[in-house]
T-cell receptor
Framework: AQSVTQLDSQVPVFEEAPVELRCNYS??????LFWYVQYPNQGLQLLLK??????LVKGINGFEAEFNKSQTSFHLRKPSVHISDTAEYFC??????????FGAGTRLTVKP | KAGVTQTPRYLIKTRGQQVTLSCSPI?????VSWYQQTPGQGLQFLFE???????NKGNFPGRFSGRQFSNSRSEMNVSTLELGDSALYLC????????????FGQGTRLTVV
C-alpha cells in the first residue's frame, strides 16, 4: 500500500511569515494527493487536492501545493500565515481503489 | 446537506470490555473509512467499506472489526479493549471512486481505563 511521510512534526512560525509543510509519498501506482487541516476538537477538512494536470494546486485559505513526481513530494505552502492558521495539517495519498493513507501530521503554530 | 455524523462523541470503557461506534455518512456516499488518531501516530487506517463489503484493510489486530449496512451507515467494533485503544476514532465518507474527497465526522473520543 502507499504511504506518506511528513518530515516535520511541528513548525513554529511568526505571523505574516511564509511557511512550507513538507510531505513525501511512496506508491507503486498513480496516486491522488491531498492536504487536510484539523482544528482543535474537530474533524478533518480538505485544503486542496491533486488529481492530474497542473502540478501547482491552489486551495482554500490561501494555501497551495506543488506535486513533484520525480521527488515524490507534495509540499504545502502559504506566503503569509495568520494566527488562525494554527492547526494540525495532514498529507494524504490515495490510489484508484479509494485506499487513502495519511501522514503523522504537522502541527503548525503561528505566533504573534 | 447533513455531514458525516458519528455517535457517541465521547465514551469511557474499562479494559476487557467491547465497544461499538457508529457512523452515518453523507447521503449518496457509498464508501465509509475508519481511522484511529493518537498523538504522534497521526491517522492510522483501519478499514474501508463500500457497498457493504470491506474493500481495504489496515494493519490492525482482529479485535477491530466493522460492518456496513445497506443504507451505507457503518459501525466499528473493538473487542477486549486495551489501554492502548484510547484514541479519537474518525469516520470518513465519500462516493467511493479513486481521487474523491473524503468528508470527516468529528470523531468519537474513546478512553479505556
Amino acid at each position: 500500500a502507499q504511504s506518506v511521510t511528513q518530515l516535520d512534526s511541528q513548525v513554529p512560525v511568526f505571523e505574516e511569515a511564509p511557511v512550507e509543510l513538507r510531505c513525501n509519498y511512496s506508491s507503486s501506482v498513480s496516486v491522488y494527493l491531498f492536504w487536510y487541516v484539523q482544528y482543535p476538537n474537530q474533524g478533518l477538512q480538505l485544503l486542496l487536492k491533486y488529481l492530474s494536470g497542473s502540478t501547482l494546486v491552489k486551495g482554500i485559505n490561501g494555501f497551495e501545493a506543488e506535486f513533484n513526481k520525480s521527488q515524490t513530494s507534495f509540499h504545502l505552502r502559504k506566503p503569509s500565515v495568520h494566527i488562525s492558521d494554527t492547526a494540525e495539517y495532514f498529507c494524504a495519498v490515495s490510489d484508484g481503489n479509494n485506499d487513502m493513507r495519511f501522514g503523522a501530521g504537522t502541527r503548525l503554530t503561528v505566533k504573534p | 446537506k447533513a455531514g458525516v455524523t458519528q455517535t457517541p462523541r465521547y465514551l469511557i470503557k474499562t479494559r476487557g470490555q467491547q465497544v461499538t461506534l457508529s457512523c452515518s455518512p453523507i447521503s449518496g456516499h457509498r464508501s465509509v473509512s475508519w481511522y484511529q488518531q493518537t498523538p504522534g501516530q497521526g491517522l492510522q487506517f483501519l478499514f474501508e467499506y463500500f457497498s457493504e463489503t470491506q474493500r481495504n484493510k489496515g494493519n490492525f489486530p482482529g479485535r477491530f472489526s466493522g460492518r456496513q449496512f445497506s443504507n451505507s451507515r457503518s459501525e466499528m467494533n473493538v473487542s477486549t479493549l486495551e489501554l492502548g485503544d484510547s484514541a479519537l476514532y474518525l469516520c470518513a465518507s465519500n462516493r467511493g471512486g479513486g481521487g474523491t474527497e473524503a468528508f470527516f465526522g468529528q470523531g468519537t473520543r474513546l478512553t479505556v481505563v
